[in-house]
């Protein structure tokens, strides 16, 4: 009887890091889709897109310290401003990502810090 719960158990974690990668792998090809043409894949905005509107280094300690309510902000409702005489402007996805997703997505730009 101690076999069988102890195989249940290991079952149990192996399915959970299966479950945990591909959620990783969602967010990761979702900010792909989503932010990567401007922002970059590491997140330093160094695309065409990117260093024509001077977008921000999501890795930069200046930008890691924006909230995380600031972040799910932007992504919510989108941003349009102007710096140094450049447009900066980024769609908001309120109607097409999920609450969750996004804060699955703040996490993921956290993980870009220097």
């Known amino acids: 009887m101690k076999r069988f719960a102890l195989i249940n158990v ?62 799910t902000k932007a992504i919510n409702d989108g941003l349009k401003k102007e710096k140094d005489g450049v447009k900066q402007e980024m769609d908001g996805y309120k109607e097409e990502i999920k609450a969750p997703e996004v804060e699955a997505l703040v996490k993921y730009m956290r993980e870009f810090k220097k």
């Open 10 to 71: 290991l079952l149990a974690c192996v399915t959970f890091s299966f479950t945990a990668q591909a959620a990783d792998k969602k967010i990761e090809r979702l900010y792909g889709s989503k932010c990567g043409s401007c922002h970059g894949k590491d997140g330093k905005a160094q695309t065409e897109k990117g260093k024509k509107m001077a977008m921000r280094d999501l890795a930069s300690e200046d930008f890691q310290k924006v909230s995380d309510a600031d972040m």
